[in-house]
């Protein structure tokens, strides 16, 4: 059992910056996969980033490309999302999720296993 607990949301203007973490309770955080989605209100949770165990290799959504980074400290057992250059769109409840099945990076909710109770970003224009 994984517990995974978001922090670091709230409200920034466009073009600003923040930072999102997210704290694993497992020691074998190391041997996850993890993942950040997003939901905004009256939508589908979507895909955001997704890096490999080692945090080595990564995968983003077009929509976050170039601006948004995400990196994993195992050391810490947390992962981060950085946000650049936030646009009005970027709106939503984020979400962290841990996957101990697949091994690779995956777009797919359906993949991880683990969530997080997720923290608001809002963004305004």
């Known amino acids: 059992q994984v517990q995974l607990v978001e922090s670091g949301g709230g409200l920034v203007q466009a073009g600003g910056s923040l930072r999102l973490s997210c704290a694993a309770s497992?020691?074998?955080?190391?041997?996850?996969?993890m993942g950040w989605f997003r939901q905004a209100p009256g939508k589908e949770r979507e895909f955001v980033a997704a890096?490999?165990?080692?945090?080595?290799?990564?995968v983003y959504a077009d929509s976050v490309k170039g601006r948004f980074t995400i990196s994993r400290d195992n050391t810490k057992n947390t992962m981060y999302l950085q946000m650049d250059s936030l646009k009005p769109e970027d709106t939503a409840v984020y979400y962290c999720?841990?996957?101990?099945?697949?091994?690779?990076?995956?777009?797919?909710?359906?993949?991880?296993?683990?969530w997080g109770q997720g923290t608001q970003v809002t963004v305004s224009s």
């Open positions: 890096g490999s165990r080692s945090g080595g290799f990564t």
């Open positions: 999720a841990a996957d101990e099945r697949m091994g690779v990076p995956s777009k797919s909710r359906w993949d991880y296993d683990y």
């Open positions: 497992a020691r074998t955080f190391s041997s996850h996969v």
